[in-house]
């Protein structure tokens, strides 16, 4: 028999460990102290490399200090090239309020999100390839990995496509699609994601389309099986934990800034490096649509 005492935690229950790791994470999970238009512009880069992009399509905005404004990407630049310096402030009308340039007149359904969730403070909305696929082909998205858990009951699927979304209709379709969820799958068109800070946003867009991906894999190859919705609620609580939220977005953030750096991309003076992906690059053509 072994001398050794047995360790205290051994005899602790899974809710108790779980609120201990979590205690732990506040107290030693640290991140970077980012302002908020720097946030916004590693999301870009990260949502680059995980093939966010596509085109000029997709934008990205987070509240403003102001009410009623929120920052938001440049029309013209693609994900890869906004940077803090050349975000816009705007208003619901999408009146330029900061920055040089117009928003992507498609940013109208955001400012009908932000006034139907005041605990909404970053909306992400791309056309990611695996999302995409399974818009097209009117399928929700079923969570049944672990990871993905995160999207566990959170994700609704709208299931006719209202058209672009520049008018104030497809708005209101749009936020009451999203209803009080954290994403949702536009069909015919693509994501969008709604949480209350930029790097909840972002990791949960990374997650869709990880996930999309994984449920087009394995529906070819078998019967995908549901989980129990009572361990799937606690892993989606478990996952979207703050500190290892913003934990993974600083991570995702850097791993964006290495690649630039590895490809020898431009770095800009005293910020972050120019993110890039050719590692992943498959030759993705042009889109024909810009929202
Ligand atoms: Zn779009």
């Not at 630049?77 to 705007?90: H, Y």
Request: hydrophobic share 40%.
């Amino acid at each position: 028999m072994s001398s050794e005492s047995t360790p205290s935690t051994f005899s602790m229950g899974k809710v108790d460990l779980v609120e201990l790791a979590n205690q732990r994470a506040k107290d030693h999970l640290k991140v970077p102290d980012l302002s908020l238009r720097d946030k916004v512009a590693a999301a870009c880069h990260i949502l680059f490399q995980h093939r966010h992009d596509s085109g000029l399509a997709g934008q990205i905005s987070a509240r403003g200090e102001q009410a009623g404004t929120y920052w938001t990407q440049c029309l013209g630049l693609g994900f890869d090239e906004t940077e803090a310096g050349n975000l816009l402030l705007v208003d619901a009308d999408l009146n330029v309020l900061e920055g040089d340039g117009m928003a992507n007149p498609a940013n109208r359904f955001h400012s009908w999100i932000y006034q139907a969730r005041p605990d909404v403070n970053c909306i992400v909305h791309t056309h990611p390839m695996h999302v995409c696929a399974l818009s097209i082909i009117g399928q929700p998205l079923v969570v049944a990995q672990m990871d993905a858990c995160m999207l566990f009951d959170d994700v609704e699927f709208l299931a006719d496509w209202p058209g672009i979304p520049v008018g104030n209709n497809e708005g209101e379709i749009i936020s009451r699609a999203l209803g009080a969820k954290r994403a949702a799958i536009l069909a015919h068109h693509g994501l969008v994601v709604a949480c209350s800070s930029v790097e909840e946003s972002c990791v949960v867009a990374l997650q869709c389309e990880r996930a999309a991906r994984m449920q087009l894999l394995a529906s070819h190859a078998g019967e995908v099986r549901q989980l129990d919705p009572a361990l799937a609620k606690e892993a989606h609580d478990w996952t979207l934990n703050k500190q290892r939220t913003e934990a993974a977005f600083h991570y995702f953030a850097r791993r964006a800034a290495r690649a630039a750096r590895a490809a020898d991309r431009p770095v800009r003076q005293g910020g972050s490096a120019r993110p890039c992906r050719e590692d992943l690059h498959d030759g993705w053509g042009p889109p024909s649509m810009q929202a």
